[in-house]
């Protein structure tokens, strides 16, 4: 398998949109829930509103 060396990596466009979608993950889960809530909260349970939408359309 070959692999990227860490410089092409994170100067890539795929690690931008990794950023983005790392950014808005942290806007949504501030701009939900309270410091307690976050401290306590099995994140494996919460999905962007977007994924949410789609899983829904998808009947599941």
């Given at each position: 398998?070959?692999?990227?060396?860490?410089?092409?990596?994170?100067?890539?466009?795929?690690?931008?949109?990794?950023?983005?979608?790392?950014?808005?993950?942290?806007?949504?889960?501030?701009?939900?829930?309270?410091?307690?809530?976050?401290?306590q909260l099995d994140f494996s349970k919460?999905?962007?509103?977007?994924?949410?939408?789609?899983?829904?359309?998808?009947?599941?």
């Amino acid at each position: 398998m070959k692999y990227m060396d860490d410089y092409n990596f994170y100067n890539s466009e795929i690690y931008k949109v990794i950023e983005d979608i790392s950014a808005q993950w942290d806007l949504y889960l501030s701009n939900t829930y309270s410091l307690e809530e976050l401290q306590q909260l099995d994140f494996s349970k919460v999905e962007l509103p977007i994924f949410n939408v789609i899983s829904k359309e998808r009947g599941r």
